[in-house]
């Protein structure tokens, strides 16, 4: 495959959280505001992937609300605090899935889970799988993409994965330079 990825904007791009858009604090969850921090370079990769693709979804597995860490209404600000930072350099996000519940329920729609891209096909109009990549730094979020048949971009967080990515970049930024 080539180093660069040939889009055009009828192309949707599903980010995972945690070690793409923000700093992934290791074994531990985003709980506060002040606790998320953007990767360097990820709102300009955001402001530029806005002009670039018809649609943005973050889909991210929080299930740090199951544990009762926090509450929905706190994630959701968390949220609102990021959508408007981003918003505020010049991209858009469509929207914000996140899976809250645990790991051993039954009925989880947590990533490798196809739940949260499914549900965003209900709710938007012309998303192609086919014509989508999904970008994560953990397997289960190249897994994720793999089974809807997406591309699968991994961000490389130095951890060991055992998926196989269509690419690899270093950061969001790094990914970014290559559209
Ligand atoms: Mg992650």
Request: charge should be negative; include cysteine; proline fraction near 2%.
């Amino acid at each position: 495959m080539s180093h660069r990825l040939l889009i055009d904007t009828s192309w949707t791009l599903f980010l995972d959280r945690d070690g793409v858009i923000n700093e992934r604090l290791i074994n531990n969850y985003v709980l506060q505001q002040n606790e998320f921090v953007f990767c360097e370079g990820a709102l300009k990769a955001l402001e530029k992937f806005s002009s670039c693709f018809k649609y943005i979804f973050v889909v991210t597995n929080q299930q740090c609300v199951g544990k009762g860490l926090i509450m929905q209404e706190d994630l959701n600000l968390i949220h609102q605090h990021m959508c408007e930072q981003i918003s505020l350099s010049g991209g858009v996000i469509s929207k914000v899935y996140a899976a809250t519940e645990l790991k051993e329920d039954p009925l989880s729609t947590r990533k490798p889970n196809p739940t949260m891209a499914i549900q965003a096909q209900k709710e938007f109009d012309g998303i192609d799988f086919s014509k989508s990549i999904m970008v994560g730094d953990t397997d289960s979020d190249i897994e994720f993409g793999q089974r809807l048949g997406m591309k699968t971009v991994l961000i490389e967080s130095g951890e060991a994965i055992f998926s196989s990515p269509d690419f690899r970049f270093a950061s969001l930024h790094e990914f970014s330079l290559a559209i």
